[in-house]
């Protein structure tokens, strides 16, 4: 111990060594302690307490006289103040530490006290759950007594609503065998629903005991009551057709022209006195109609009585309708447009009237209806077919089919389909026997008054018949005129008078004025020429051709009227024989005419079919199929080649006949317009040929036979040309000047042909354009064939122009022949045609340019 407290000693010395001390502080924290010790001394000092301490400490015996010189004193002085000061300052505490002491001896006592109280609860808790259970037991039998006696009255409920079921049929059959019992009272109603709830309460509990039995007795009065209501409704509509049949005898006998059916008194006595019933039918239908949805009895019934109504209403109506229809078909005798119109019409109104005279009765729909209505109309069928499969005339064919097919079946029956819809299946029936009837005659007009047609002498009258209407038309434009210039040379005198204030009573001596006023007048006034037509007779739709027009009018009637596929079979063989009676009126007018007419009369009216055939917007294509019997020749021939194979197991001859030689089929696509095309490019051809000929033929012609003789000439040598004619100069010169004088006095003619012929500007230079060509293109061959064979002098004696101006030469006379076209352009197109004959639907648009273009393909 003494050891320890010497190293202590010895560390507190070095605590603050100068050197190598323990703690070494910095010189400023020693300045910091150095003031904290004069002012902790300067602060003991100056206090009292300081005094009292430390005469504490000397009374303690604390200090010891000589006071505290060591570091263990001053330990043990601060131990014995720190524990002196703990006892001062703890009192407080040791007192509070005992009342807590004493505080816990009262808890324990309380305590032993609650558990002897928690001892005495839980004895009375235990007695009071006995007393408790059997309380309970008591309650569970009392409330299961009172479910059972609920239970058992709930039974006695039931049984009681379940007998009631079964204890009201005898008072049911009771009251439905009283005399005086009325379908329309409260107590039948009655009756009925508690019948159908009785049906439907047994059905529902079939297994109840002599469930059957009584399903059967109800069932029995749920016939009974079906009955009374069947016959009830059957005697009212018997005697709503008793009186309108005795009422309609009565009218008959007072006026035996009335037609029933379209008078304003048949028509109120034949619905009113339906409608006059309707109030009384309609409760009970209504109710029929409800339990119909449910009840095959009830279902049943309303069928029977819809049947019942129709067949009364047939009665009624039936008569009245023929009596009608044969009435309409005395007054249009020959009309059968008219006849076919007022017949739809009557028929037509009486399907809506009984349509809406139905639902008016009923409100679910009944497939008799439609049986009724279209049976109503069969009449309508007996009466006006008779009368269409005897017509013959296409025209009134087609306006039939137009009735039926777009008035009756367009506009009305597909917009009211409903109560039109047997109407509408007798009208597609006569639709039918109306357009294989059209198809028939077709066919047979088609032969023969296209296929077959002969034409008369006026019908060939080409270029005659044309340049007489020509002179028929400018006659009435002169006539016209000289109207026309009278007319203002009248408003010009007077207006004059009136200007000078002249009595017009007063006659005038004085030309000079009206003449100069009558020439002022003129002078603003257009006058029509002959060169300023815009109509050309080629384009009258009386003078086309009558094969052309008949074709037209017969497609254009078949359009409207037939379906698709069998106007496209019938507009092949119509075009087709169009186009073969336009070949042969071209072949017999050429024999009477000149070919240029037969081409030019050809290739016009092959344009007019093609554009009237443009606004039919169908396809004129058409399948047909042949056999292809070329292999059969062949495999016969193989066949006897092979006899030795005939019985033979493998190659057999006659299996390879069988597989080989079979004929087979072939399709092919007929287009009409591709027809007509064919046709009108061929016939362009032929006329562009055949006006280079007549243009230039003495040139052709040597062109020819040069070719086909070739001379060889030496043009350098000079040598004199031999004496053949090809090679004479003065020959060749005589030939071209032979060949300019055709193009000057036939180039005119042609030109002028083809505008009477087609009097349309563009379809005009588009035919004269290849002409042109070919003419220049014969005199470049002639010129180079020329070089080749004469000499420089011989070319020039023999005067052979170029191709350049040939070609000035020919648009030259072509801009003569134009001065006298109209600056209008003279459109052939199609119109509206206005014969005796029919129409045919108009186009809108000029295609002869275009044709031509697409056709000639120049």
Known sequence: MAIVEGNILIDLIKWDSPENALAPLSKQQKNRIIRLEEESSTFLLSNDINEATIACLKSENLLDNEGIETYRQLLRCYATLESKYDQTECTRYVRYLEQLKNRTVECHDLCEHIEKALEDFSTLSKQYAIVSGKTTALHDATEQLISQQEKLNDMYHDIAIYVKYFKEGDFIMEKLEMPNLSVRSELFMDLTNKIEENINFIEKHNTFKEALSYLVKYRHCQSKAIMMMQQWIYDLLEQATESILNQSVVIKEQNENTALGIADTALALFYGRFQSILPKVKPIIDIIEKRSVNRQEYESLLGDCQQHYLMKRGSVLGTSVRKGLQSIKES?????????????????????????????????????????????????????????????????????????RIEMLEEHVQNNMECLEGFGNICLQLLHDAQERLVFRAHLYLQSDIQNYNPSPGDLAYPDKLRMMEDIAETLRE??????????????????????????????????????????HIAFEPISTKSGTTNSPADLHGMWYPTVRRTLVCLSRLYRCVDRPVFQSLSREAITYCVESIEVARDKIEARATELDAELFQIKHLLILREQLAPFQVDFTVKEYSLDFSKVKTAAFGLLEKRSRFFTLSNNALLEFFLEGAPRMKEHLIDSRKHVDVKLKISCQRLIQHSTRLLVEPIIIYLEKFKFRNPVVNANSGAPPSNDELCDPQKVSAMVSEALRMIKFRLPNIQQSMQLYLANRETESILFRPIRNNVVATFTQFFQTLQMTFTTEQQILIGCPLPEQVSVMLSSSSLVSARNIPNDKTQSQPREINNDETNITPSDTEVFPQSLNEVVNI
């Open 479 to 520: 006539e016209t005129r000289q109207a026309r210039i009278k007319k203002i040379s009248v408003s010009t005198v007077s207006s004059f008078l009136e200007d000078h204030n002249i009595d017009s009573t007063v006659p005038v001596t004085s030309t000079s004025t009206v003449q100069s006023a009558r020439n002022n």
């Open 332 to 404: 249009h005798k020959g009309d059968h447009c008219s006849l076919v119109r007022q017949a739809c019409a009557l028929l037509l109104h009486a399907s809506i009237d009984e349509h809406r005279l139905f639902y008016q009765f009923f409100s679910i729909k009944s497939p008799a209806l439609i049986g009724y209505l279209e049976g109503l109309c069969n009449s309508l069928y007996d009466i006006l077919r008779p009368s269409i499969i005897h017509i013959n005339h296409l025209e009134t064919l087609a306006e039939i089919c137009c009735i039926l």
